[in-house]
């Protein structure tokens, strides 16, 4: 499949929400939006982990306090039966440990249920093209929470630009926008990530960002 058929394709979303009003909602918000398909609507964990892997979503919006099995344990095993479909959870929570628990499960994204709907379908379209949004609270209560942590030694041998460039993954920027920021072109973005995922023994940004975050 060539990236401009791939890039006609709709983006395939998956909710996992127990109040069926708001599930409701969020299906009719993915279906009006240009380019958006929602697939499937589940309302508990356990029927969503038996079905989600032949739903084949690209994105999954996923309640974090469902009944039963939580939202970050849904995740955790959705990642395996699916590693390469994005989540972004939904949440009441600003709470700095559900998110961290969100991110090491598998998330990709974490977003205030109050968002608007603009807000929703923006950071579908987001972490689908890579990046890993963020509620602007929930992003500064992350940044504040790990800011606690001293770095472990392989984060030392980062350099400035270096570290500038992981800050800025780690706030979900895109790569256009974190050289944009930083007023470097994108090759020399893509320098610096080569030798940031060297120096911390990994292979892709969601790692690279994990392994800042964690630390």
Same mark, same amino acid.
């Given at each position: 499949?060539?990236?401009?058929?791939?890039?006609?394709?709709? *983006?395939?979303? /998956?909710?996992?929400?127990?109040?069926?009003?708001?599930?409701?909602?969020?299906?009719?918000?993915?279906?009006?939006?240009?380019?958006?398909?929602?697939?499937?609507?589940?309302?508990?964990?356990?029927?969503?982990?038996?079905?989600?892997?032949?739903?084949?979503?690209?994105?999954?919006?996923?309640?974090?306090?469902?009944?039963?099995?939580?939202?970050?344990?849904?995740?955790?095993?959705?990642?395996v039966q699916a590693p390469k479909v994005q989540i972004i959870m939904l949440t009441i929570f600003e709470d700095a440990d559900r998110i961290f628990e969100s991110l090491k499960a598998g998330a990709s994204g974490y977003l205030l249920k109050r968002s608007a709907?603009?807000? *929703?379908?923006? !950071?579908?379209?987001?972490?689908?093209?890579?990046? !890993?949004?963020?509620?602007? /609270?929930?992003?500064?209560?992350?940044?504040?929470?790990?800011?606690?942590?001293?770095?472990?030694?392989?984060?030392?041998?980062?350099?400035?630009?270096?570290?500038?460039?992981?800050?800025?993954? /780690?706030?979900?920027?895109?790569?256009?926008? *974190?050289?944009? !920021?930083?007023?470097?072109?994108?090759?020399?973005?893509?320098?610096?990530?080569?030798? *940031?995922?060297?120096?911390?023994?990994?292979?892709?940004?969601?790692?690279?960002?994990?392994?800042?975050?964690?630390?």
């Amino acid at each position: 499949m060539t990236q401009a058929q791939k890039g006609d394709m709709p *983006i395939r979303v /998956s909710i996992v929400e127990d109040k069926g009003e708001l599930r409701a909602a969020y299906a009719r918000l993915l279906d009006q939006a240009g380019g958006l398909e929602c697939v499937s609507r589940y309302s508990n964990a356990e029927e969503a982990l038996k079905n989600l892997a032949q739903d084949n979503p690209d994105v999954t919006l996923m309640d974090i306090n469902l009944p039963g099995m939580n939202g970050i344990e849904c995740v955790r095993q959705l990642k395996v039966q699916a590693p390469k479909v994005q989540i972004i959870m939904l949440t009441i929570f600003e709470d700095a440990d559900r998110i961290f628990e969100s991110l090491k499960a598998g998330a990709s994204g974490y977003l205030l249920k109050r968002s608007a709907g603009t807000e *929703i379908v923006d !950071a579908v379209r987001q972490v689908h093209a890579g990046a !890993a949004p963020m509620s602007g /609270s929930v992003a500064r209560k992350v940044v504040q929470y790990f800011n606690q942590f001293q770095p472990k030694p392989e984060l030392h041998d980062l350099t400035h630009r270096e570290r500038e460039v992981l800050q800025s993954l /780690s706030e979900g920027m895109l790569y256009k926008e *974190i050289g944009e !920021a930083l007023e470097i072109s994108i090759h020399t973005v893509h320098k610096h990530l080569k030798s *940031i995922y060297d120096k911390l023994h990994v292979t892709s940004r969601t790692d690279a960002t994990r392994k800042y975050l964690g630390h």
